[in-house]
């Protein structure tokens, strides 16, 4: 590769990045919704269901745009999420607001940081 299409490369991952930290705000006040909703025993299920979806998409797009600590923060809700049984249980979600609070912490910080 010669150099002028490594730097377009380089140019073009560096406007992928920024758009994913402008991104994260809104993932943010999504999740902390969500967080909310765990209150409710009645959407228990709809919001770990909900939780679990984005926390998927952010993984998975998390190590495209060099942004690993993220990903495993957001893999760890997600395989969390995925080992609860039918009935979910005070303790169950007390791991699920741990973890999330966990991801929340970490998206902040880049958030902060850009």
């Known amino acids: 590769m010669d150099a002028d299409k490594a730097a ?9 990045r920024e758009r ?3 991104s994260l705000s809104d993932r943010i006040d ?19 269901a909900e939780i679990r979806a ?3 998409k952010l993984h998975g797009i998390c190590a495209s745009v060099g942004f690993s600590k993220i ?4 893999a ?11 009935t979910l249980r ?13 991801l929340l912490d970490e998206m902040e910080q880049h ?3 850009a």
């Not at 990903?71 to 957001?74: E, I, K, P, S």
């Not at 760890?76 to 039918?86: K, N």
């Open 30 to 48: 999504a999740f902390y919704e969500l967080l909310g909703d765990l209150r409710d025993p009645g959407s228990w299920q709809d919001a770990c």
């Open 20 to 22: 994913f930290v402008q």
């Open 90 to 102: 005070e303790r169950d979600i007390d791991e699920v607001r741990s973890l999330l609070n966990l």
């Open 71 to 74: 990903g495993q923060n957001a």
């Open 8 to 16: 377009q490369l380089n140019a073009g991952l560096a406007r992928i």
């Open 111 to 113: 958030l902060d940081a």
């Open 76 to 86: 760890q809700v997600e395989y969390l999420i995925d080992g609860l049984g039918p």
């Open 54 to 56: 984005s926390a998927h």
